[in-house]
């Protein structure tokens, strides 16, 4: 059974702090990471997406990659309290049956003014 | 900006009754997926479309549901019986291919009494 964990939270900062939000996952062979954002009682939209080792940064936002580690993590930089909302760690599977992304619970983020 | 659009976005079902929820992706998305969020739990995978043939459905039940996509444009997921259990989020999503991120419509929320 391939899973992606997360911390389900919550993860509370103060405003303009460093949010640091992680995800690990077993299957070895994903080749593809996303993250998403839901607030209370809406539909998930897409952040970021990364496929290599590495950083990915855009805007505020800064997703790592560690494939040998299996992990991946978002950084929200000068968080705001706007940026409260959960987050979703999605990874793209290799299974032969098809190629949907498998989902963690989410890191309910608060970001206090 | 395009969308998926999704319908109803509310429904309240009795338990044994049928229900059907309709998706019309964005025009020229080929990939479209049908995923189930019961509340503080990621999306999971119900069925995966690509065009009009069906590419998983592993996750599907299959004694009480169906999905299609006929014309491989705009789907329609169908619930009979509903049973309590499947009070959830019912979460539409499209993507331009199978290595891409997806864009979610804004979801059915179903409520079976």
């Known amino acids: 059974q391939k899973e992606v964990e997360q911390n389900s939270g919550p993860l509370s900062v103060p405003e303009g702090a460093i949010a640091s939000l992680n995800c690990t996952y077993s299957?070895?062979?994903?080749?593809?990471f996303f993250w998403y954002r839901q607030y209370s009682g809406k539909s998930p939209e897409l952040i970021m997406f990364?496929?290599?080792?590495g950083d990915k940064e855009d805007g505020r936002f800064t997703a790592q990659l560690n494939k040998a580690s299996q992990y991946v993590s978002l950084l929200i930089r000068d968080s705001q309290p706007s940026d409260s909302a959960t987050y979703l760690c999605a990874v793209r599977g290799s299974n032969q049956a098809g190629t949907a992304l498998i989902f963690g619970k989410g890191t309910t983020l608060s970001v206090s003014s | 900006e395009a969308e998926v659009a999704q319908s109803p976005r509310y429904k309240i079902t009795e338990k044994s009754q049928a229900v059907a929820f309709w998706c019309d992706p964005i025009s020229g998305h080929a990939t479209l997926y049908w995923y189930r969020q019961i509340l503080g739990q990621g999306p999971e995978l119900l069925v995966q479309?690509?065009?009009?043939?069906?590419?998983?459905d592993s996750q599907l039940p299959k004694d009480r549901f169906s999905a299609e996509r006929l014309k491989g444009v705009d789907s329609t997921l169908k619930i009979q019986p509903a049973e309590l259990g499947d009070s959830a989020m019912y979460l539409c999503?499209?993507?331009?291919?199978?290595?891409?991120?997806?864009?979610f419509g804004s979801g059915t929320r179903l409520t079976v009494v």
């Open positions: 990364i496929y290599s080792n």
């Open positions: 299957d070895r062979g994903s080749q593809s």
């Open positions: 999503a499209s993507s331009e291919g199978v290595n891409y991120g997806y864009t």
């Open positions: 479309f690509q065009d009009e043939s069906v590419v998983d």
